[in-house]
């Protein structure tokens, strides 16, 4: 296996990418659909030299959509999807689906983690960019946490929301529960890669915290099962990833921030404090969506999952801050500016995710 990984073009270019010829879209589309036969392929990192026209165009590929997307300054939104797809792809081999044994032949390939790691570098790179790390590092993280959930637990509408809550129709009510199924089937997953370890309060509150999400383990009671029914109500797809091409990069990206926290113990504090922040904010959304169904004049099991989050999402918000942010600070104190970090990044991607979520619930209503 590795004198074949050896002589692959395994070793992506460090650093920036240079710029790449123009690409299309029908590019990005080709890219993944040799990127699909690479992860098809069984004991792929023996098959490398015979793969290698393959791997080649995939790469080069890659590297243009890394230009495009985080190095030339345009932020190209097709750039942003393809690496995010790609990336989703790979992370989603840490979770087990119940689905073909034959399709995690490749969830330990050195070539799939090299792949990924290219992508993240510079994924990383861009985010972190968004948000003034070294201030961070100064603020009194009790403090600042606090101030924060104070501010996020009963925001002011933006504009979104208003949108959401006054003008959505029903067919903008199915799109967003369409997007919306590619995290709510398989809600509170990520979380469990970080529960191993020592036993102490903060694993025990984040193990409650993954017991409710799972109905304190009846199938009836977990969180998914909920969303399922609102799906069922509309003869909607209840299959994990069935309307998955209809995510935007904004929900990707959310997703493969998680996997990549929760996969790397190192930024286990980033962890917690953008858990903090989504259990804290998690009602004031729902919120809005509880409201628009409402008016809608839906049916109880087509708004279930909400009511159902927003009482038990408040008191997770109060655990998260009151049982593990602020105790990690004093458990952690020259890291703990971290927990202020992975709070403000959840919140960013969160907000850029909602907006474009938003934007694809128009798209859909005007196609009607």
Known sequence: MYNNLAMSSLTFAKGKTEQPEEITNLDYKSGEQQF???????????????????ISEFEGLLSAAIYAAYQNGSGDDQAHCFLQR????INRLNLFWYDDLRRYNNERSLYLYKVREHIEAA?????????DVAALKKVDVGQALLARADDDLDPALSSESRYIREQMTETGYRHLLAIGSFDGLVEGSRLSRILGGAANEIQCTLVRVLLEEYGNGRFSRKHSTFFAKMLAEFGMNTEPEGYFDLVPWQVLAC???????????RYFLRYCGGLTYFEVAGPAAYRNYLAAAQRLGLSDAAMGYWELHIREDERHGRWM???????LAQMYPEDAWELVLGYDQEKLMGDRAATAVVRSIHKAEQLV
């Open 36 to 54: 699909s036969k690479l992860l098809a392929t069984e004991d792929l990192d023996n098959k490398l030299n015979i793969l290698a026209q393959d």
């Open 255 to 265: 997703a493969n921030h998680n996997f990549l926290l929760t996969e790397c113990k």
């Open 123 to 131: 994924w990383q790179q861009w985010e972190l960019e968004q948000i």
């Open 321 to 327: 801050l009151d049982d593990v942010a602020l105790p």
């Open 86 to 89: 790609i990336l989703y792809r």
